[in-house]
């Protein structure tokens, strides 16, 4: 990620695939980590898989600046619709991501 920085990224991306607890975990690590960096930029983050959906839900709490909701039709593991999303937000007063 610091070569992201060095190449001028204003914003990066991170997918992974996250199938069971220990993935999830690596993946918050990962994402709490690298948004209290000296070098990060704004980070959009999404979780595919089985408990992909988790990761996204949790992206404001995490401080990423963005992540990946449907309008209606899912298109990939893991996604939410904006509706279950927000839902789920407004229901565990998270915050959304900072824009």
């Known amino acids: ?52 959906c988790l990761a996204r839900a949790g992206a404001g709490a995490l401080g990423v600046a963005a992540t990946f909701a449907s309008l209606d039709v899912v298109t990939a593991p893991g996604q939410l619709r904006a509706a279950q999303l927000r839902a789920l937000w407004e229901g565990a007063e998270l915050r959304a991501p900072r824009a």
Not at 10 to 30: G, N, P, Q, T
Not at 37 to 42: K, Q, Y
């Open 1 to 52: 990620m610091n070569r992201l920085a060095e190449l001028g990224a204003d914003v990066v991306k991170i997918a992974r695939y996250i199938a069971d607890a220990e993935a999830y975990l690596d993946f918050l690590s990962f994402v709490r980590a690298y948004v209290a960096g000296p070098d990060a930029r704004p980070l959009i983050a999404a979780g595919m898989g089985p408990l992909g």
